[in-house]
């Protein structure tokens, strides 16, 4: 069964930092490339970081350029997200998934950056 479990999210005043966790099962995780993507309320689930399977990053969203850092341990089948200097607009879920995307997404991990 393919799982993705996403953790390591709280709540945390501006300019501090996070960092969210994503587990992986049921599947060949050093095979894929891996997303990190965020939904605000209101908002459409958007593309955060995008790592490749050997840890060449791809991609970050310019909203998070130079503060978030994505890296990922094969061994442990685990992609992380580095969080530093966040921001009241970085407050969303967050959630992990692979290329091709898998339909069952995980439950998320709620960030809230808030004084």
């Known amino acids: 069964q393919v799982r993705l479990i996403e953790s390591g999210g709280g709540l945390v005043q501006p300019g501090g930092s996070l960092r969210l966790s994503c587990a992986a099962s049921?599947?060949?995780?050093?095979?894929?490339?891996m997303d990190w993507y965020r939904q605000a309320p209101g908002n459409q689930r958007e593309l955060v970081a995008r790592?490749?399977?050997?840890?060449?990053?791809?991609y970050y969203n310019d909203s998070v350029k130079g503060r978030f850092a994505t890296s990922r341990d094969n061994a442990r089948n685990t992609m992380y997200l580095q969080m530093n200097n966040l921001k009241p607009e970085d407050t969303a879920v967050y959630y992990c998934?692979?290329?091709?995307?898998?339909?069952?997404w995980g439950q998320g991990t709620q960030v809230t950056v808030s004084s």
């Open positions: 790592i490749a399977p050997f840890g060449t990053t791809y």
């Open positions: 998934n692979r290329i091709p995307i898998i339909n069952t």
């Open positions: 049921g599947f060949t995780f050093s095979d894929y490339t």
